[in-house]
Structure formats: structure tokens, C-alpha cells
């Protein structure tokens, strides 16, 4: 490629003395005109066709040398990502001066088929950054100029120029079915992408409390970015920032002191932690004395007195077991590293904002702004009393994220009402010398909130927030109550039945949040998640179920796919069978997208459309044959494995969204 590269370099000095030319042709062409001009005028234009003529030479020999070495592809690559490519090599053949321009690739609706799967869209916008620079082009000149310098490329079947200038992309199907084949030789790979330590921090409930609806975004979203990343090789750490530190944990030991005097040696029965909780609170409320002596618990914490500590962490132990029965319901995993944790660590990051000159005093606090200009809200990093602040943690855990766990991705899966305190934290430690924008990456994965039918935040009747156990058991029971109204109960084994209660119950919970643009608020119904029509996680484990009836129907064993794939080859001469395989292979594209931003519902969005083409394709194009007596008298082997493809696609997408795909439903 050495010698391409000088190439490239000619042909790019070549143009520049040609448009200098032509400048000179077209001012002496202007100025007064003599005989001596007149042989200059004659001169500069023989050699300006010299140099065009070597210029189109140089251009068509690079252009042959590419369309020569065909460009690879692997079995995890983005098809987007592979067709920037491409054309990326034909602006650099075809206009080297605007090689710098970010290509512009789009799929093409599926209803549109005549116009290509997918389209480069650049030409428009170069030929009016063209004409701004006094070159005329049309639209469809610079596409036709684009189209033969592009490589060869496997997936490419043809490529022609269309409408105003749009270059319509057609793939191959031989490199459709390959690939569909190697889905089900081994599996679906990961795209490639550079490997990062990133750490997420989600779910983040309090000891004492309950986890309620408030916590179910973060948690379900938390742990869904976690298995995108980890797909994607990432090595990820899971992080739980609970709130397990503070104030109100000194009338918590107090109340405990004296509901159960003897805890030090029998662990006290706290059956209730939320109603322990509310005593506790009436009593800091209305008592002067307990007061006093929560406030003195709170020091004798702090100073690590055994006793303190004991009960604080009986507290703590009665909460963890709590969350731990949520997180199991809703297979969650996350690595608990609460606000105690950073307690020294607190202490460390003072000293070093302080030798830093970064603390300013301000009626008694220590305070730090985020910017030089003291624009918006500063940090309270030490308070008036000595104390820490929610800030001090804050800095204290990104430094350490940075520092000491090495990671260069830090993930904060918190409500949208902390977008500004986010922001102010990453514009701080960026200034003092924490994160280097060069090479970290802090991202604030904001939501909305969780809305009752309503449109008010979703509470009970009472008012009261919906406590997270109460929201699953409802779903278990309309899960339920939906099966057996399909007499689901009738069919199933007892095993069978709980285990599509579950997914249904969880999944409906889970998908219900993630199909929707997390920054916006959305309506919690239970009626609209089990629907089985229309966008729902019901509907999609329906597919899923379906596309396992047609391998049961089978007399023959299709487990071992490698046995079949070495006789049967994927043919996609049907429309349904060509539009298929189309979407199932946008999946790594799409697993992209989600990353990029860390918006989850794009992967909603295309499991929908892989199960509403895959009920076309199923419509329309017959798997198994059978005659009047319900016998199988043919069997389309091409077509069961692209049921099994679509099937490993979806489970894949499951996985990460966090649905339990089952067999039978």
C-alpha cells in the first residue's frame, strides 16, 4: 500500500498544479491580450492537458489496483462500517481533496428494494461544497465518479447511480447465506471494537428502604449495558453505589440499641426494615434526647467504635438480603461498593483538591467550582461542620475509578434530575486532573421517570411509592392469569408453566422500559406490556416459541446443525427468504448503534422487525409440507435453518435485553 500512498500523493499534487493552471489560463484569458500572451495562453494549456491527461491516468491505474485486491470481511463485521469503508477508498481515488468528509451510509426501507439495500448519500452535499469553491458538478457526475472508484467488496452484488445522485448499494446473496451459515456454525460474534475497562454504576438503592419502582430504570437499564459491553469484550465492572453511609444511620443504631438491647449476641428478628425505619425517624422527629444520641452514634460510626459498627452492619445485612431477593427475580448482577467505601478515599481527595488550589473557602465550606469561569453551581467538598458531602463521594469515587481501577469508561445509570450535578462533576475532575477527556469517557445514562396511567408519577392508591416486590408479584400474577385464560394451563407441564410465567411476568417489566427512549417518561401498564400484538416482549416470545413448534414438528433431529449445514446449503431465491436474511444480518450494526450512545431501544426496535419480517418469511414460504393425513411429506431444510438463525439472532437480543426466551409458551 506504500506505493498507493505515493500515488495518492501524486494525483493529489498533480490536481493542484492543474487548478493553478487553469487559474493562470483563465487570467490571462481575462487581462489584455497580446502576441506574446497569446503564446503563454498556448503554452499553459498544452500543459494543462499534459498534466489532466497524466492526472486521468494516475486516477484509473489506482482505481484498478483497488478494484483488484478485494477488500475482507469477517464474521462479526459491521456491514455499515464495512460500506464507509469502501467508499472512503473511492473519495480518496475520486476526489483525494475531500477525502476528509465522513461518509454517508444508510440502509434503504425494505419496501423499496429497487433502490438497494443500502445507499451512500454523499453526492449532494460535495457538489454544493464544490460549487462553493467555484466547481460545478452535478450530483449524479461526482455518485458515477464514486461508483467506479469503489473496490471490490464480497458483499457487494452491484452498485448503480440512482435519482439525484444517490449511489444504491445491492448485497450479495451468496454473502448473505455464508454468513447466515456461520451464525449457526459458530454462533454470533461480537464486532469488532477497541477493548476498554469501563465500570457501570447502577441500581444504587438505600440501606433501610425498600427498593421501589424509583430503582427499577436504573437496574433493568444498568444491566443491560452491562451485557451489550460484555458482548461486545469489554471488560466490565458492575459497581451497586448504595446508599449505606450517613446521618440517619445514628438513629438507626440508636432505635436498634433499644428495640433490641441484647443484638450484640442474638440477631435481632427485624422483619420490617421500612416500618424499623419510620420509628426510627418519628423518633429523631419528636425526641430531643434520642436525638442527641443518634447524633453521637453517627461520630462513634465514623470513629469505628465496634459496638456502632456491629449494628451497622446487622442493619446493612437485613437490606442486602432484601435487594439480593429482587436482584435474583430479575437476574441481576452487580458488584455492591457503597458510600462507606470511599470513606478514607474521601479524605485522600480533599488533600489532593487542596494541594491542587482548588478549594475555596465560602462562609465556612470548602468549596470547588467546576470551571475557571465559576459558571453555575460549586461543589460543597468539606461542609462548614467538618462533614462530607454527597460531592466528596462523588470525586472521591472518580478518582478512584480512574486511579486505582484503571477504567477509561465510567457509566452512571442515574435519573435525568442528576444530569446537572453529573455534568459538574465530570467538568471538575476534569479540571483538576482526574479524567483526561483524551482517554476517558464518563457518561451520564439519564431516564425519565416511571408514569401511572395517569400520566402522574406511578404510585398506590394511597399515594405511596409502588414498592419493587409488590410490582413483581402483580406481574406474576397477571402473567399468570393471562396463560391460563389461554388455557396455557391445560398444555404445559407444571415446570413449563412456571417457567413461562416468569419470562412473560419479568420480561413484560423489563422490555416494557427498555423499548422506550430512556431520557423520555413512560405510562407503567400492565395491560399494554402483555399484549401479544404489537411491540411487546409477549409478541416476541411468541416468535420465539413459534420458531421452536416448526423444529418439534420435525421427525428428524435438528440439534446438531453442523451435521446439516455439511449437506444443505442457504438458498434465498424467495423475496421473504431474501428480506430475512437482510435483517438478521444488521444485527452487528445495530449492537453498534446501542453502544454508541447507550440507547437500549434500538435493540427493541430491531427485534420487533426481526419478528415481524420473520412472520412474512413464515406466511409466505413453507418449512414443512403436509398432506390431508397431517403426515410430513416434504421438508424445506434451507428454510429451517434460516428459522434456526433467526432464532440464535433473538436469542442473542434476549440475552442482552434480559428476557428468558422459552420453548414452549
Known amino acids: 500500500m506504500s506505493e498507493l500512498a505515493l500515488e495518492l500523493k501524486t494525483l493529489s499534487d498533480l490536481e493542484r498544479k492543474t487548478e493553478e493552471l487553469s487559474s493562470q489560463i483563465n487570467s490571462v484569458t481575462r487581462g489584455d491580450r497580446c502576441e506574446e500572451t497569446d503564446d503563454d495562453l498556448i503554452k499553459l494549456k498544452v500543459t494543462n492537458n499534459k498534466l489532466k491527461h497524466r492526472l486521468s491516468l494516475i486516477r484509473e491505474s489506482i482505481a484498478q489496483e483497488l478494484k483488484s485486491s478485494v477488500m475482507e470481511v469477517t464474521e462479526s463485521f459491521s456491514i455499515t462500517e464495512h460500506l464507509e469503508n469502501v467508499f472512503a477508498q473511492a473519495f480518496a481515488i475520486a476526489f483525494p481533496e475531500y477525502g476528509n468528509i465522513p461518509v454517508i451510509i444508510a440502509p434503504v426501507n425494505s419496501a423499496s428494494a429497487k433502490y438497494g439495500d443500502y445507499q451512500c448519500n454523499n453526492a449532494m452535499g460535495l457538489a454544493k461544497k464544490m460549487k462553493e469553491m467555484g466547481v460545478n458538478r452535478t450530483p449524479r457526475e461526482i455518485a458515477n465518479e464514486l461508483l467506479k472508484a469503489c473496490p471490490a467488496s464480497p458483499i457487494i452484488n452491484k452498485m448503480e447511480v440512482g435519482g439525484a445522485g444517490f449511489v444504491n448499494v445491492f448485497l450479495s446473496k451468496d454473502y448473505a447465506a455464508k454468513a447466515l451459515q456461520n451464525i449457526l456454525r459458530s454462533g454470533i460474534k461480537p464486532p469488532r471494537v477497541p477493548k476498554q475497562r469501563v465500570l457501570v454504576d447502577f441500581s444504587s438503592p438505600n440501606i433501610a428502604k425498600q427498593m421501589h419502582v424509583g430503582h427499577l430504570r436504573s437496574t433493568i437499564i444498568g444491566e443491560s449495558i452491562s451485557r451489550l459491553l460484555e458482548f461486545l469484550q469489554h471488560d466490565v465492572i458492575r459497581i451497586n ?14 432505635h436498634l440499641e433499644d428495640r433490641f438491647p441484647d443484638f450484640l449476641n442474638v440477631s435481632p428478628p427485624i422483619g420490617d426494615l421500612q416500618s424499623f425505619y419510620k420509628e426510627s425517624k418519628k423518633r429523631f422527629d419528636t425526641d430531643e434526647e434520642f436525638k442527641k444520641r443518634a447524633y453521637n452514634r453517627v ?10 459498627r456491629k449494628a451497622w452492619t446487622l442493619i446493612c445485612d437485613v437490606s442486602r438480603k432484601e435487594f439480593q431477593t429482587i436482584y435474583d427475580r430479575l437476574d441481576i448482577t452487580v458488584k455492591e461498593r457503597g458510600e462507606s467505601f470511599y470513606q478514607s478515599h474521601m479524605l485522600s481527595v480533599v488533600d489532593f483538591l487542596r494541594k491542587k488550589n482548588m478549594l475555596e473557602e465560602d462562609e465556612g465550606r470548602q468549596i470547588m467550582w467546576s470551571d475557571e469561569g465559576k459558571s453555575g453551581v460549586p461543589l460543597t467538598i468539606v461542609k462548614s461542620d467538618g462533614g462530607f458531602t454527597y460531592d466528596t463521594s462523588d470525586m472521591a469515587a472518580i478518582r478512584h475509578r480512574i486511579d486505582e481501577e484503571q477504567c477509561t469508561w465510567i457509566i452512571y445509570v442515574v435519573d435525568s434530575g442528576q444530569s446537572t450535578h453529573f455534568n459538574t462533576i465530570f467538568k ?70 412456571s417457567e413461562a410465567q416468569e419470562a412473560v411476568a419479568y420480561g413484560c417489566i423489563k422490555y416494557s422500559d427498555l423499548c422506550h427512549n430512556r431520557i423520555s417518561d413512560y405510562v407503567f401498564s400492565f395491560d399494554k406490556m402483555l399484549d401479544d400484538r404489537g411491540n411487546t416482549a409477549v409478541y416476541l416470545l411468541y416468535t420465539y416459541t413459534r420458531i421452536c413448534s416448526i423444529s418439534r414438528k420435525l421427525s428428524e433431529d435438528v440439534s446438531n446443525l453442523k451435521t446439516i449445514l455439511d449437506t444443505v446449503e442457504i438458498v434465498l431465491d424467495h423475496e421473504k427468504e431474501w428480506k430475512l436474511a437482510k435483517t438478521l444480518l444488521k444485527i452487528h450494526d445495530i449492537l453498534l448503534k446501542c453502544s454508541k450512545d447507550l440507547f437500549l431501544h434500538f435493540l427493541c426496535e430491531f427485534c420487533f422487525e426481526v419478528c415481524a419480517v420473520f412472520t412474512e418469511f413464515y406466511d409466505s414460504c413453507y418449512c414443512i409440507k403436509k398432506n390431508k393425513d397431517g403426515e410430513i411429506v416434504e421438508v424445506n431444510h434451507s428454510r429451517i435453518l434460516m428459522c434456526e438463525a433467526t432464532a440464535a439472532v433473538l436469542r442473542q437480543c434476549f440475552y442482552i435485553l434480559g428476557l428468558k426466551p422459552v420453548s414452549r409458551l
Open 241 to 254: 453505589h448504595i446508599g449505606d453511609w450517613g446521618t440517619q444511620f445514628g438513629m438507626l443504631i440508636a
Open 428 to 497: 471538575a475532575a476534569e479540571r483538576c486532573g482526574i479524567l483526561n477527556p483524551t482517554i476517558h469517557r464518563a457518561n451520564h445514562v439519564q431516564f425519565g421517570v416511571v408514569l401511572g396511567e395517569d400520566g402522574k408519577k406511578f404510585k398506590t392508591r394511597s399515594g405511596d411509592t409502588v414498592k419493587l416486590s409488590d410490582l413483581l408479584n402483580e406481574g406474576m400474577k397477571r402473567s399468570l392469569e393471562q396463560l391460563c385464560s389461554r388455557g396455557r394451563d391445560k398444555i404445559l407441564t407444571p415446570d413449563e408453566l
Open 299 to 308: 461520630v462513634s460510626l465514623q470513629n469505628g467504635e465496634e459496638n456502632s
